[in-house]
């Protein structure tokens, strides 16, 4: 299957810093979404972005299809942003969301 | 966004007891749904395809007869955990999309149910 590999594992902020969080992946892919999950565990949906860059606030995200990876900006990070960040992406030819291993980002006060 | 509701959100039962859990698209129709499985500081894993009106599809390793799926409408999916053991304690969450073709679309997940057996 699909192999989706996030770096950097863990990330430490101090509040008002600037990150950028990466996802590579293996093969060509339909869907690519950037999740955020808040300690409940709820999934908050960040992007949808097989291809292309978006922004939202503070957030943005770009997604270069033909080389085979994303990336996540967190920019004037606040505390609130701490949490796991997950890409996740849909091969062609197959409809099954796979997850990255997610990176944990802590930013402090 | 759609929203996607599932309940409870935490449960703690015994050990060798049934436990449902239920997954609802709130503002849309959704013929597929998806139910994931995430253990502490790990990542999510895919369990199985829920079909309305049909079988459901399971991923390689998954118990198909310890993880009952039923999806009777357009707007619900249920996990049925049977004859809960403690290595089933663990966050269950389930997806759908409301735009969803063959093979893409958004996805928008529940808010997760945290399954603990005793």
């Known amino acids: 299957g699909i192999q989706v590999e996030q770096s950097p594992p863990d990330l430490i902020l101090q509040e008002g810093a600037n990150s950028t969080l990466r996802c590579n992946f293996s093969?060509?892919?339909?869907?690519l979404q950037w999740f955020h999950q808040n300690p409940w565990g709820q999934l908050i949906n960040l992007f949808y972005?097989?291809?292309g860059t978006k922004q939202n606030g503070r957030l943005s995200a770009t997604t270069v299809a033909t080389e085979r990876y994303s990336l996540l900006y967190i920019s004037s990070s606040q505390t609130t942003d701490s949490g796991v960040y997950f890409c996740?992406?849909?091969?062609?030819?197959?409809?099954?969301?796979?997850f990255g291993a997610g990176t944990t980002v802590t930013v402090r006060a | 966004g759609a929203v996607v509701s599932q309940h409870p959100s935490r449960v703690i039962c015994k050990s060798g007891t049934s436990v449902k859990i239920e997954c609802r698209s709130l503002?849309?129709?959704?013929?597929?749904m998806f139910w994931y499985r995430q253990f502490p500081k790990q990542s999510l894993m895919l369990m199985a395809t829920?079909?309305?009106?049909?079988?459901?599809?399971?991923e390689q390793g998954v118990e198909k007869d310890k993880f009952l799926i039923n999806h009777a409408s357009l707007t619900l999916s249920t996990l049925t955990v049977t004859s809960a053991h403690p290595e089933d304690s663990s966050f269950y969450i389930c997806?759908?999309?409301?735009?969803?073709?063959?093979?893409?679309?958004?996805?928008?997940f529940g808010e997760g149910s945290r399954l603990t057996v005793l």
């Open positions: 503002d849309f129709q959704a013929t597929t």
């Open positions: 829920s079909n309305e009106g049909s079988k459901a599809t399971y």
């Open positions: 997806s759908a999309s409301p735009g969803r073709t063959a093979n893409t679309g958004e996805l928008f």
């Open positions: 996740a992406v849909e091969p062609y030819n197959d409809y099954k969301l796979s």
């Open positions: 093969d060509s892919v339909n869907n």
């Open positions: 972005i097989p291809s």
